[in-house]
């Protein structure tokens, strides 16, 4: 009778734990879906979107003045958004307001406006990114250009070409010329 009292116990126990890490659980994989929570990631995200801005433009990288204002009055616009729904996320002043608030979908704007936010920071950093990679093109390029100037000036002819009235003299046996043989010319 006593080992049947003690597995009892034992089960009630366990079943109490379970009970208390599943609700606990649930309570903080719940906060993270709050409103504030959200917030905290809108302002965290907002913040890195306008640094970026900020440095794209110092760098000079968006040059298009008509896309600049775009990104600077889409940011604007989420930036209203924002401080609205945060006015609302501060009229809930307790836990059970915030869950109320969160059920009747403030956490659902929060969490668009989220992704709204990473969208317009992904598109400045591909926009910057692309005008990055087109600089390096433009750069590689022009290196390409004075490189080839150096080796071949428009005055001189070229080294792969001989001279008029030159005879090719090979450095090595005929049998083993190919296209990447060192030629010497001799007039």
């Given at each position: ?31 993270a ?7 905290r ?12 801005l900020l440095?794209?433009?110092q ?16 940011i604007?616009?989420l930036?209203?958004?924002g ?6 996320i ?88 190919s ?9």
């Amino acid at each position: 009778m006593a080992d049947n009292a003690t597995s009892n116990n034992f089960n009630l126990f366990i079943g109490a734990l379970s009970l208390v890490t599943a609700i606990s659980s649930t309570v903080l994989c719940c906060r993270a879906f709050l409103p504030r929570a959200q917030m905290r990631l809108f302002v965290e995200i907002m913040g890195e979107t306008k640094a970026m801005l900020l440095e794209a433009d110092q760098k000079g990288l968006i040059q298009n003045e008509s896309i600049r204002q775009g990104f600077t009055i889409k940011i604007e616009q989420l930036e209203e958004l924002g401080t609205d729904l945060h006015e609302e996320i501060c009229e809930a002043r307790t836990q059970f307001e915030e869950h109320i608030a969160a059920l009747k979908g403030l956490s659902r704007a929060v969490i668009q406006l989220v992704g709204r936010a990473r969208y317009l920071r992904s598109w400045i950093a591909t926009h910057t990114a692309q005008e990055k990679h087109r600089r390096q093109a433009e750069r590689e390029l022009a290196a390409d250009q004075n490189r080839a100037n150096l080796f071949h000036p428009a005055d001189q002819q070229s080294v792969d070409t001989p001279p008029p009235g030159a005879y090719i003299v090979s450095c090595l046996p005929p049998h083993s010329l190919s296209s990447n043989s060192t030629y010497r010319y001799d007039r």
